[in-house]
């Protein structure tokens, strides 16, 4: 199993940007989520979306700002990030079915 993270970078507050995690082995996907680590912090909880009805799930400092989505043809996991604050600056790994973790990308919301 490989999960693959793209799409981090440099963004002023404010801004977005658009997270991918592309799958690739075997294993169900379900749930796919999103975690962070921000400097000195523990690894946290963002958000999570089912494989099969596409549920969504979001840890409260994201909800309204962020949106998880999946492509499950296309085995890959979205994180669609609006209204980025500086607190958001971490490193954001993709994890599928709560084992198999991705190598991270990271995001810094900076002016």
């Known amino acids: 199993v490989q999960l693959v993270e793209s799409g981090g970078g440099l963004v002023q507050p404010g801004g977005s940007l658009r997270l991918s995690c592309a799958a690739s082995?075997?294993?169900?996907?379900?749930?796919m989520s999103w975690y962070r680590q921000a400097p000195g912090k523990e690894r946290e909880w963002v958000a999570s979306v089912a494989r099969t009805n596409g549920n969504t799930y979001y840890t409260k400092s994201v909800k309204g700002r962020f949106t998880i989505s999946r492509d499950n043809a296309k085995r890959i996991m979205y994180l669609q990030m609006n209204n980025l604050k500086p607190s958001d600056t971490a490193v954001y790994y993709c994890?599928?079915?709560?084992?198999?973790w991705g190598q991270g990308t990271q995001v810094t919301v900076s002016s």
């Open positions: 994890k599928g079915d709560g084992e198999y």
């Open positions: 082995g075997s294993f169900s996907g379900d749930p």
